[in-house]
């Protein structure tokens, strides 16, 4: 399987993005999905997970402002930023997995929020 992480950008502080992760299998197989994100000279954290259509965690800075869903008819997951701040400004990595979601990652890709 392979996942296709896409709709990172530039955005001004404030704005929104949504990601895509798209599978190459389907996503049913995959019933742990999560968002991790890496920022500059920081180790990599996790962001948000679900796991089949229930969210499980958000990170204490992203609450109430991302929100983690899938389409499994689509075989994608998506993450929906809104309110973005510099902080948030990081690599963005899909994974999943049938038990943790750990056994596939997708390539990342690159959020930028400018000030």
């Known amino acids: 399987v392979q996942l296709q992480a896409s709709g990172g950008g530039l955005v001004q502080s404030g704005g929104s993005l949504r990601l895509s992760c798209a599978a190459s299998?389907?996503?049913?197989?995959?019933?742990?999905v999560a968002w991790y994100r890496q920022a500059p000279g920081k180790q990599r954290e996790l962001v948000a997970s679900?796991?089949?259509?229930?969210?499980?965690m958000y990170a204490d800075s992203v609450k109430g402002r991302f929100t983690i869903s899938r389409n499994n008819a689509r075989n994608t997951v998506y993450l929906q930023m809104n309110n973005l701040k510099p902080d948030d400004t990081a690599i963005y990595y899909c994974?999943?997995?049938?038990?943790?979601?750990?056994?596939?990652w997708g390539q990342g890709t690159q959020v930028t929020v400018s000030s």
């Open positions: 299998g389907s996503m049913h197989s995959f019933p742990s």
């Open positions: 679900m796991r089949g259509r229930s969210p499980l």
């Open positions: 994974a999943a997995g049938e038990t943790s979601p750990g056994d596939f």
